[in-house]
């Protein structure tokens, strides 16, 4: 008796210490290595009790000896299989990596993306393949939604996670995201540009009578060159164009040059434009004449007959400087700036706003009156009768409905209220948000399509259509 526990007691401890082995190796490490070291903890366990087996003689210790042994070879067999199965996965995804490739569309290649690109889902030995883009504004993870830069190629990394069982691997592909610019030299783009390239002039100025600021001096060519100015009596004229500083009565008018440097890369040219700067006028000529040309800003659709929204301006000077100051017969309707409106209720009419312009230059004043129609506020009809008659499309750079490269802008809300749904009629080239656009290929055509927008508010309704032209790449 006292050796049978003896025995077990060996057997006991020889036990423990192989469960702490396995115990220990399914605690740390992770995938081939921690199972190396369950394989190794097994195979120990099974010399141990192989060992113990050898010094006992009793046949009922033996038999539970030999039992042990066989449950850990089994363990043993089931890791080596489980190691087996792992390394199978991983075959696998590997194998699917190599074979991974991104499909590109029509003469698109990983160099020159102009389309949306496919991307593969699945490999060809069942691993489940996920996609993450680097720029995802510029191309979406699924490959789907593009969005081409306007002058300048974007590189972009689309990377593929690949997963079989409990193997995993990456596989990163760097693509150039072309820009929607015409494909030309420095040299082509920096002459069609030149030859575009023209002063924007404020009111009714031309380049042979500048009066007042210029409305623009682009800073980029319509082909995407670059465009600097420079002004030879900025004292007149300043660079920008923006503050005009008129000769004295009497002096006569004033002669600048304007010089714009036009660059695409390392190519430059230099267009000069001559233009005549007016001398002033007596101050009862100007005041008469800033009079005659005096408008109200209007904002929106809106005129002196319908006025529903705050004016955009009051202008604090004519055009030949004059300075023009605002009052409003009824400031609890319209502020004297023309900030603040206060509409009457729908069911009170509308009403009548009388606003007075004082043009003052030196000692000589005069006074111009508009009459404005404040509308009562709209019923849910006039809204939606006045959000369509307002509702246009936004259109990027030089485009147009009959000219479309870029996406385009589609208001989802009109000025007073109503809510814009749009729908496309052929959203594989047009979304039906206008965000995503999607333009045919060289040599296929231009494609017409139509826009509707449903406009309501309240339960009410209207649809108003626009038809647009998608230029061919």
Same mark, same amino acid.
């Given at each position: ?7 077990? !007691? ?5 036990? !423990? @210490? ?17 199972? $190396?070291? $369950? ?15 050898? %010094? ?6 033996? #038999? ?34 190599? #074979?991974?490739?991104? +499909?590109?569309? @029509? ?63 990456? %596989? ?8 929607? #610019? ?29 009066? $007042?600021?210029? %409305?623009?001096?682009?800073?980029? =060519? ?18 920008? =164009? ?18 714009? $440097? ?22 009862? +000529? ?8 005096? +408008? ?21 000077? =004519? ?19 023309? /900030? ?21 230059? @030196? ?19 006039? /809204? ?21 490269? /870029? ?26 948000? @206008? ?23 309240? =339960? ?14």
């Amino acid at each position: 008796m006292k050796k049978w526990t003896v025995i077990m !007691l060996v057997l006991s401890m020889c036990l !423990l @210490g192989s469960s702490t082995a396995l115990a220990h190796g399914n605690s740390h490490g992770s995938g081939n290595d921690s199972r $190396q070291q $369950q394989l190794q903890s097994c195979k120990d366990a099974v010399n141990r009790l192989n060992a113990v087996l050898v %010094k006992v003689k009793n046949e009922r210790t033996r #038999a539970i000896l030999k039992r042990m042994i066989a449950n850990f070879k089994a363990e043993c067999e089931s890791g080596t299989n489980g190691d087996s199965t792992y390394q199978k996965d991983l075959a696998k995804v590997n194998a699917d990596k190599n #074979a991974l490739s991104i +499909q590109f569309i @029509g003469n698109d290649n990983a160099k020159s993306v102009t389309l949306p690109i496919i991307l593969s889902s699945k490999g060809k030995n069942g691993s489940a393949i996920t996609w993450t883009s680097s720029n995802p504004s510029i191309l979406a993870s699924n490959g789907l939604l593009l969005n081409r830069p306007d002058y300048n190629d974007v590189a972009i990394d689309m990377t593929a996670t690949i997963r079989y069982g409990n193997a995993q691997t990456t %596989k990163t592909f760097r693509i150039i995201i072309k820009s929607t #610019a015409p494909v030309m030299s420095d040299i082509d783009r920096v002459k069609k540009d030149y030859a575009a390239l023209s002063i924007v002039f404020g009111g009714s100025d031309t380049i042979d009578s500048v009066t $007042q600021p210029f %409305k623009e001096l682009p800073s980029k =060519g319509v082909n995407g060159s670059t465009v600097t100015w420079e002004s030879t009596m900025p004292s007149v004229i300043s660079n920008d =164009g923006k503050r005009v500083v008129r000769p004295p009565t009497g002096s006569g008018s004033t002669i600048v040059i304007f010089t714009a $440097q036009i660059r695409s890369g390392s190519y430059k040219e230099t267009k000069v434009f001559i233009v005549k700067v007016k001398e002033q006028m007596p101050d009862a +000529q100007r005041v008469a004449a800033d009079k005659a040309a005096l +408008q109200i800003d209007f904002g929106g659709s809106d005129s002196a007959g319908r006025v529903t929204r705050p004016v955009d301006a009051f202008p604090a000077y =004519g055009v030949n400087g004059s300075s023009i100051k605002w009052m409003s017969s009824s400031t609890a309707v319209l502020s004297d700036d023309g /900030k603040t409106l206060h509409r009457p209720a729908a069911s009170t009419g509308d009403t009548f706003v009388l606003v007075s312009a004082v043009i003052t230059s @030196g000692s000589a004043v005069d006074v111009k009156q508009f009459t404005l129609t404040v509308k009562a506020e709209y019923t849910s009809t006039e /809204k939606v009768a006045a959000d369509k008659a307002d509702l246009a499309i936004t259109y990027k750079d030089s485009d147009n409905a009959g000219y479309v490269t /870029k996406p385009l802008g589609l208001p989802s809300k009109g000025y007073y209220g109503s809510s814009v749904i749009w729908y496309s009629s052929n959203t594989a080239v047009l979304s039906d948000n @206008g965000t995503v656009l999607h333009r045919p290929a060289h040599g296929q055509g231009d494609i017409s399509v139509n826009l509707t927008a449903f406009v309501s508010h309240n =339960g009410i309704g209207d649809v108003k259509v626009f038809t647009v032209t998608v230029k061919q790449q």
